[in-house]
């Protein structure tokens, strides 16, 4: 993270808990630019729903606060839901961007929410000049942990390439 430039957040969330989540996320974000990092918070999404006067007291963290239809690579969404459904983070460094974190409703999920994030996040890092998009890992044998093996195969879905890491050196 200390090397991205700039932070998306596109929030969809449906419970009060989920606004929360991604509030204690921005204030996290925000605590981390004071320690002399320098990169920039953007939140879009549906969060916007809320009057931009009151988000900005909330999150004065927060550099910027976008409708997801200002990008221009996204499609214009004439309304929002009144609960959203999913919201993702998104990390954007020169030419690499990064899916860093993900959460989603029982409701998104059955919508595919979440792959409409993914999408628009892919679409948003091209149009940022990004060449590589990082979905950040997947299932791995060496370290078998099947809770890993239903966000794999959500990811394996966007196609790419799988890249290996060497296991970790263990000092004795």
């Known amino acids: 993270m200390d090397e991205a430039d700039e932070i998306v957040i596109i929030s969809c ?18 605590k981390l630019k004071i320690k002399n990092l320098k990169f ?13 006067k009151w988000l900005k007291e909330k999150l004065p963290g927060v550099d910027e606060f976008k409708k997801i239809s200002e990008y221009p690579s996204c499609p214009s969404y ?9 919201g993702a983070l998104f990390l954007f460094n020169k030419d690499k961007s990064h899916y860093w974190e993900a959460a989603s409703t029982r409701k998104g999920n059955r919508l ?8 628009e996040g892919i679409k948003i890092a091209r149009q940022k000049g990004c060449k590589i998009f990082d979905l950040e890992g997947i299932y791995d ?18 196609g790419g390439k799988q890249v290996e890491f060497p296991p970790p050196i263990k000092l004795f």
């Open 40 to 52: 920039k918070i953007v939140l879009t999404g549906c969060m916007m729903r809320y009057p931009l």
């Open 112 to 119: 595919s929410a979440p792959s409409l994030l993914v999408w």
């Open 78 to 86: 004439s309304s929002c839901p009144s609960k959203p459904l999913a």
């Open 141 to 158: 044998e060496r370290f078998p942990n099947k809770s890993w093996l239903g966000f794999t195969h959500f990811k394996k879905e966007f």
């Open 13 to 30: 969330s449906v419970r009060q808990s989920a606004d929360n989540r991604v509030f204690g996320q921005i204030n996290n974000l925000a």
